[in-house]
């Protein structure tokens, strides 16, 4: 069992930047994902990281905007948001990637972003 937790959500008016970080227990590196979910809308993927933070992969609507990257000496992933728009605002959940699926999900932390 792998727990997950996100911190770092707020409001941010458009235009501006937040960091989230997801913490994990223990002291094994797992790639990571970052995901979204919108009022009424399904989770959708937002970046990933791999163990070493070599290698990132971000969704198109974030592109440009968006960095994940990783302190393992701290088991932390971070997800820095910059030019926020309203259209980011959901709740936002780190996963553990396990055999090729994202395993453990945390609990979610909110991001509103006003117009």
């Known amino acids: 069992q792998v727990h997950v937790t996100e911190s770092g959500g707020g409001l941010a008016q458009a235009g501006g930047s937040l960091r989230l970080s997801c913490g994990t227990s223990?002291?094994?590196?797992?790639?990571m994902g970052w995901f979204r979910q919108a009022p009424g809308k399904e989770r959708d993927f937002v970046a990933h990281?791999?163990?070493?933070?070599?290698?990132?992969s971000y969704a198109d609507s974030v592109k440009g905007r968006f960095t994940v990257y990783r302190d393992n000496a701290r088991n932390t992933v971070y997800l820095q948001m910059n030019n926020l728009r309203p259209e980011d605002t959901a709740v936002y959940y780190c996963?553990?990637?396990?055999?090729?699926?994202?395993?453990?999900w945390g609990q979610g932390t909110q991001v509103a972003v006003s117009s």
């Open positions: 223990g002291h094994t590196t797992y790639p």
């Open positions: 990281i791999t163990r070493s933070g070599a290698e990132t």
């Open positions: 996963a553990v990637m396990r055999f090729g699926r994202y395993e453990y």
